[in-house]
């Protein structure tokens, strides 16, 4: 089946620092989504990439898409605590989810 | 007002039990999912409907029913409870299927244990 996996497992860093996370997949996509889990909580959105962009940015977050590696890569810039969370992508075939990365950032 | 609401958010009960979880959204999506979250936090889809259809069936033991009697609802039915089955269960929708690149929203989750 056609899942995004995220890496690293897990991620700590100090406040103001930036974070990445990146995402590899196995087949051609039309797109990719990130989503972030509180803890405790569901899913939510936060910025979908198309196979036809390289790189989207919202706020502090940017987004790039490589699809010849068949990877993408989530970067928080400035990061804060509130951004501690499990971040998962998924690709269009069948919105199928990895174990997420989960990111601590202490203040 | 929520947007996808699922019931009840913490179940306990006894292997061997018949439950259910109910879920509905007012988004007016037409496509709704169930994923099962493991203590890894492991994220796998189980089920997908679209228009009360049933698009997505993942290998998931047939102990597991999905029922839509709507396109605002789909509930999940568990047979035989088994200890395995202790996980956190995601309902969700989107408009239209996901491979159109649309956005999946989530509830939030309901916690079962299998004593």
């Known amino acids: 089946s056609q899942q995004g996996e995220e890496d690293p497992q897990a991620l700590s860093i100090q406040e103001g620092e930036n974070a990445t996370m990146n995402c590899s997949y196995k087949?051609?996509?039309?797109?990719l989504q990130w989503y972030r889990q509180n803890s405790g909580r569901g899913l939510v959105h936060l910025i979908l990439i198309r196979s036809n962009e390289r790189e989207k940015h919202s706020g502090r977050l940017r987004v790039t898409l490589d699809t010849s590696k068949k990877s993408s890569s989530l970067l928080i810039t400035a990061s804060r605590a509130a951004d501690t969370a499990s971040y998962f992508c998924a690709t269009d075939s069948g919105m199928r989810f990895g174990a997420g990365t989960r990111l601590t950032v202490k203040p | 007002d929520t947007a996808v609401s699922q019931t009840p958010k913490y179940l306990v009960t006894q292997m061997g039990n018949d439950k259910s979880i109910k879920c509905e959204q007012n988004l007016g999506h037409d496509t709704m999912y169930w994923y099962k979250q493991d203590s890894k936090k492991f994220l796998k889809i189980m089920f997908s409907y679209n228009n009360k259809e049933l698009i997505i069936n993942e290998t998931v033991p047939n102990r597991f029913s999905p029922k839509s009697p709507d396109k605002a609802h789909l509930n999940l039915h568990i047979n035989s409870l088994e200890l395995g089955d202790s996980a956190v269960y995601f309902c969700?929708?989107?408009?239209?299927?996901?491979?159109?690149?649309?956005?999946?929203?989530f509830g939030e989750g309901s916690w079962l244990t299998v004593v």
């Open positions: 087949t051609s996509i039309n797109n």
């Open positions: 969700a929708s989107s408009q239209g299927m996901s491979s159109s690149g649309n956005t999946i929203y």
